[in-house]
């Protein structure tokens, strides 16, 4: 019988197809009966226990639970952990962390790509290029103290690779300021009272009290300075310290001597005898009791010396406003050091008028002041300073009216005085931390502000200091290998040249000659990776002994840079004005003469060396002006300009690019 789907099947399909499925219904029909149940059914039995394999232990999968459970707590702890830091300690253990992370892949990467042709990158200046970025984004990210560390290393950065020159020059920009809550917190905690209670002022307009900005007019890496105008009119300026400094401090420094054992260890450089002494001068510069103390005592000892007085003025402190986070001093206005047009124009005030509130000149002229009422504000971003443009005329494009001679030779002046007259060095004198007045007599006065960071110099030390620089004006070697040997340096002329930061041609050269002795590399690459080796063994030999290295070094070295690098600028900043190395000799060989500490024959003896070494000054003025006419006519730099050539091409031989253009812009 066919069925009705073959039936089905035939009216649609062809002769050929419809055979086809007959059979295979065929074969399907006979496979069914052949496959029918024959046998007589039988109940399943199951089989005896006894006759079972024995059983197989379940999967616990106790590997994947123990590292599940580790994984588990490793993240509640790292959690808790990172609550506690950021709550407690603000985030100093993260900060820490992140810089043994980068401090380690740095030293990694230049241990395995320090090389004439690198493994893991394209080249050296590549290499610089990422170890560069990644240390800016560590000490830009980290903040505080860091931001302080990132600073010196960009003072050094002249004889960094440019690669670091480029990146670090960003490092004195302002840093973020916190919010008034944070400076509030501050405040309270160290004079147990409000800040209206602390300076007299008021934030809900009351008439009788003074007033006080909530927005930071200046913010760096440690503190921030508000404006405020107190109730018996004075106008301070307020600084206050950071809230996180204080907790982030202790780890910061035990960060930055591990990193530097490290670096010091695997990279064979005699750096870590160092770190006690800059970390004790960083820990001070968070303490504003110290820091007016050493306001108070220079501002003592400009008063105390008439060459100075007149020309250099520290600003006041309210001792009864100062704690160990805040100092309160009087504010100042000013032009900043790097402002040449404002402080050349032609002066737009009246005639035997300081500029606002120098010695005695008003802030505000009559009828510009801001009203009482309009200064009392509760609005928090508001600026309510009044602005203090009048001296600029009626145009707004005038001046100060100064010659950057004068105000360039005040400056080498001061720090000179410093140096070798005082042994008091302020340690950190760049172009934000001086200020520019005009006094009612038409001179130039400077202004020094942010005396956080001194080093002091004891009187054998200066004396030596003074009677090295006195040497080093007068091709003395003898007495310059004499002085070298017993701060254990072992070459004299290579750290000569570093002090002057000009090349000193009065040594015989020796290491110079035998870094530069058996190069064989011939491409740029090669050499400077053959001079970086042979320099690091160089500096080796240098300090044959480091624990006698006196430490002071370190920030006054510091000091010279930075006053060099105001002068130099890039030539259209202030063009070499002044004779800096003549100014700077004169100071060390007077100090010998007129130091209170010397007895009367030291001072015998020492003066007839100065009237020769007066003398011997002359050649240094012949070269200088020499150079300033040639920067008259436009077919030369300045003397600056020419000490930097010359130490370029130096440094070139040396495998460095020298670039002392940190505050260009």
Not at 20 to 49: D, E, G, H, M
Not at 62 to 91: C, E, M, N, P
Not at 307 to 322: A, Q, S, T, W
Request: with cysteine; charged share 25%.
């Amino acid at each position: 019988m066919v069925s009705p789907l073959t039936c089905l099947c035939a009216r649609h399909f062809s002769r050929l197809e419809y055979t086809s499925l007959l059979r295979l219904s065929r074969t399907v029909s006979t496979t069914s009966r052949s496959s029918i149940q024959t046998q007589q059914f039988q109940p399943f039995t199951p089989p005896a226990p006894n006759s079972l394999p024995k059983a197989a232990p379940p999967r616990t999968y106790r590997r994947i639970r123990k590292w599940t459970r580790r994984f588990v707590y490793l993240a509640l702890g790292t959690g808790v952990v990172y609550g506690l830091d950021r709550q407690f300690y603000a985030s100093a253990i993260t900060r820490s962390a992140r810089t043994f992370r980068v401090g380690l892949i740095t030293a990694l990467d230049y241990k395995i790509n320090f090389r004439p042709n690198p493994l893991f990158v394209e080249s050296l200046p590549a290499l610089h290029r990422r170890s560069a970025e990644r240390l800016f984004e560590l000490l830009r990210t980290n903040g505080g103290l860091y931001l302080k560390i990132g600073q010196a290393i960009a003072m050094q950065s002249a004889i960094l690779p440019p690669e670091f020159q480029k990146m670090f020059a960003k490092m004195f920009d302002d840093a973020p300021q916190n919010n008034w809550e944070d400076v509030e917190k501050v405040i309270r905690q160290d004079f147990g009272k409000s800040p209206e209670e602390v300076f007299g002022i008021s934030f809900s307009g009351d008439p009788n009290m003074g007033v006080m900005e909530r927005t930071a007019r200046a913010s760096a890496s440690v503190a921030q300075v508000h404006w405020a105008r107190l109730k018996d009119g004075r106008e301070v300026a307020v600084k206050i310290q950071k809230k996180e400094i204080e907790q982030q401090v202790g780890w910061d420094l035990w960060t930055f001597k591990v990193v530097t054992w490290i670096y010091s260890y695997w990279f064979d450089l005699p750096l870590y005898s160092l770190v006690p002494f800059i970390s004790q001068r960083l820990l001070l510069e968070t303490d504003f009791i110290n820091e007016a103390d050493n306001s108070e005592r220079m501002a003592g000892l400009v008063a105390g010396e008439s060459r100075l007085r007149d020309r250099v003025y520290i600003p006041k402190v309210d001792r009864e406003l100062c704690s160990k986070r805040v100092m309160t001093a009087e504010w100042i206005e000013g032009v900043r050091l790097w402002d040449k047009e404002s402080l050349t124009r032609d002066w737009g005030g009246k005639r035997r008028q300081g500029s606002p509130g120098c010695h005695g000149a008003p802030f505000d002229l009559p009828g510009q002041e801001k009203t009482h009422q309009t200064l009392h504000s509760t609005t928090i971003q508001e600026k309510l300073k009044p602005d203090r443009s009048w001296w600029k005329g009626e145009d707004g494009k005038g001046g100060l009216g100064l010659s950057l001679k004068e105000v360039m030779t005040t400056m080498v002046d001061l720090f000179s005085a410093q140096m070798f007259l005082w042994g008091w060095v302020h340690c950190d004198p760049h172009p934000g931390n001086i200020f520019i007045r005009r006094l009612p007599s038409g001179r130039s006065e400077l202004v020094l502000i942010d005396h956080g960071l001194y080093v002091h110099m004891n009187p054998d030390f200066r004396h030596q200091y003074s009677l090295f620089w006195k040497s080093l004006m007068t091709f003395d070697n003898k007495t310059l290998g004499e002085i070298v040997q017993s701060w254990g340096i072992n070459n004299a002329d290579i750290f000569a040249s570093a002090t002057l930061m000009r090349p000193y041609t009065g040594g015989d050269n020796t290491t110079s000659g035998e870094i530069k002795k058996g190069l064989s590399a011939k491409d740029q690459s090669g050499r400077a990776y053959e001079m970086q080796q042979k320099m690091r063994k160089g500096i080796r030999t240098m300090l044959s002994d480091e624990k006698k290295w006196p430490q002071e070094l370190i920030f006054i070295g510091r000091n010279l840079r930075i006053v060099q690098s105001v002068l130099k600028g890039n030539n259209a900043f202030l063009g070499s004005p002044v004779n800096r190395i003549k100014i700077t000799g004169n100071w060390a060989s007077r100090s010998l003469v007129e130091s209170p500490d010397l007895s009367f024959r030291e001072k015998i003896k020492n003066f007839g060396n100065h009237l020769v070494f007066k003398l011997v000054l002359f050649s240094s003025d012949v070269v200088f002006y020499t150079s300033k006419i040639r920067q008259f006519f436009g077919v030369g730099g300045g003397m600056e300009d020419d000490i930097e050539a010359q130490m370029k091409h130096i440094g070139k031989d040396f495998g460095i690019e020298l670039n002392h253009g940190v505050f260009d812009g």
